[in-house]
């Protein structure tokens, strides 16, 4: 926002942003530059008043959308659906997790479960799982509430309960790769009817997911590329 002095006319030219964000200029009928900084300040708390007001209604609409109420566990069947669909290479991961929040979120509907629940599933899962693994479920469960709120079962203005939870700390291993006499070794260990899987898997580095959905279609021979 500013004050422009016109000399041709005399007057002073105010310069803002509107309550839409949209830049405007106006004329002020005054020569005076202290009348003209007044008229600004009206008019900044002018703007800052429509934008309050704009917001009010908003918040006001949004919590007077009625929300359907859902249990957990038919949410999830949900998002399982959805992410055989959109997610395949992560379909099955996303279905052990939700398998392991079910059992203890499920009878839950979706707008009752708190941080103090998510906190207290991470402590009970943690006595029987890696730290990495409890923070797996609970990365699936944090885009299951995201996806709650897409899909308007949750308001827009609801607090994922995932967020704010510590995940646990995971140290980070190493990779490393097979030498060729332990890929000889591998493959001759390996059953008849496994070994073509494998060989594919050491070589591409294929996903099990991947390899079990991998057609003849995919296979490009003339390229030798798959």
Known sequence: MGIRFRKERGTFTIDYFD???????????????????????????????????????????????????????DFAQKALSYWEKRRK?????????????????????????SAFDVANYQSER????????????????RRMFNLAKTWRFLKETAINPVHGIDFFREEKSAVRFLEPDEINRL?????????????IAVYTGLRKGELLRLCWKHVDFSNNMI
């Open 187 to 199: 493959l001759l260990s390996c059953y008849p009817t496994l070994r073509p899987l494998v060989t």
């Open 89 to 113: 290479s992560y379909a099955g991961f996303y279905c052990y997790a939700v398998k392991k929040l079910v059992p203890y979120f499920g009878e839950k509907y979706m707008d009752e479960i």
């Open 126 to 141: 943690k006595e029987r799982s890696k730290g990495s693994t409890v923070n797996r479920e609970l990365a699936v469960l």
């Open 19 to 73: 309550e839409n964000g949209i830049r405007q200029r106006k004329s002020v009928k005054t020569d005076s530059i202290k009348r003209a900084k007044e008229i600004l300040e009206e008019m900044k708390y002018k703007i800052s008043s429509l934008k309050k007001q704009k917001e009010e209604e908003r918040t006001n609409k949004l919590n007077s959308t009625i929300i359907p109420k859902i249990l957990f566990k």
